[in-house]
C-alpha cells in the first residue's frame, strides 16, 4: 500500500508576503488569452448549470 501524503503546511507571515511577492513578478497574462480563459469558463459553467 502506498504511504500517505503528510498535508503542506499554510504560510504565514513573512513566508506568505514573500510566496505572494514571487507570484507578481511572473508575467501577466496577456488580453486575449484572458479573454479566451473567460469564454471557455463560461462554456464550462454552462455544461454544468444545463437541464432538460
Given at each position: ?12 507571515g513573512k513566508a ?17 488569452e ?6 471557455g ?12
Open positions: 500500500m502506498s504511504k500517505p501524503i503528510a498535508p503542506t503546511p499554510p504560510l504565514k506568505a508576503l514573500d510566496f505572494i511577492a514571487e507570484l507578481e513578478k511572473d508575467k501577466k497574462a496577456p488580453a486575449e484572458k479573454k479566451r480563459v473567460k469564454e469558463a463560461k462554456r464550462i459553467r454552462e455544461m454544468l448549470t444545463f437541464s432538460f
